[in-house]
């Protein structure tokens, strides 16, 4: 079964681009976590999808969005790119039973995208 | 407030010795999922082991246990015999309830060396 796969896993942008990263969850899984990873604020969470519903979303700027598509593949789009937005976005799919969300869903991740602003 | 605290920024260990890693979180919701992930320099986060909050029994996976007491708000991992591949850091995560979902928290982060 192939895991997580995000694309690209790696890429450098300047200073008021904007990026589009993908994700392709695990094959079954619905749900979809994004996540930022720095050295300074190391994991913060960005949002959480759930067939095409945005469940969830972290405290980031409007700059920062995302959406799910119906095959539960997710994309995470950074507008007006800065520096500290440098970072390693890890995407995380999860599978749910019951159709609801709850504590015990392990989640599954993939390399994560390798964003660089210059 | 930190909602996990990971205390142990680095901590080494000998080959086949025992180490336990610290994490202590901290949640009103009686309802919540603790999670202990691997990440190795190459990026990728592994999950290693899940304890949920109405578990009587502690957590084991392999050589990784989970010494959960709830009271003290404390879900240390134990990762027993230790491999020079066991060398990355380990991060704690909490699952809970927030506004129309949930949402997964994670600590710091710990970075394990395994000496050989």
């Known amino acids: 079964k192939a895991g997580v796969t995000q694309t690209p896993r790696y890429l450098i942008k300047t200073r008021g681009q904007q990026v589009t990263l993908s994700c392709s969850p695990i094959s079954g899984h619905r749900s979809v976590s994004w996540y930022q990873q720095t050295p300074g604020q190391g994991l913060q969470f960005l949002f959480e999808?759930?067939?095409?519903?945005?469940?969830n979303k972290g405290n980031f700027p409007g700059r920062f969005s995302g959406r799910q598509f119906s095959n539960s593949r997710s994309e995470m789009n950074v507008s007006t790119l800065e520096l500290g937005d440098s970072a390693l976005y890890l995407c995380?799919?999860?599978?749910?039973?019951?159709?609801?969300?709850?504590?015990?869903?392990?989640?599954?991740f993939g390399q994560g995208t390798r964003l660089t602003v210059v | 407030a930190q909602k996990i605290t990971q205390t142990q920024p680095g901590m080494f260990v000998q080959e086949k010795e025992a180490v336990t890693l610290d994490c202590t979180y901290d949640t009103s919701d009686p309802s919540y999922g603790l999670f202990w992930y691997k990440q190795p320099s190459s990026g990728e986060m592994i999950f290693l082991i899940y304890?949920?909050?109405?578990?009587?029994q502690n957590a084991t996976e392999g050589r990784y246990s989970l010494n959960f007491q709830k009271a003290r708000k404390s879900a240390n991992l134990v990762i027993s015999a230790s491999q020079l591949g066991d060398s990355a850091m380990y991060f704690c995560?909490?699952?809970?309830?927030?506004?129309?979902?949930?949402?997964?928290?994670f600590g710091a982060g710990t970075r394990l060396f395994v000496k050989a």
């Open positions: 995560a909490m699952r809970e309830a927030d506004t129309g979902g949930f949402k997964t928290i």
């Open positions: 995380a799919s999860s599978f749910t039973r019951q159709g609801n969300l709850s504590p015990n869903t392990e989640a599954f």
């Open positions: 304890q949920g909050s109405y578990d009587q």
């Open positions: 999808y759930f067939s095409e519903t945005q469940r």
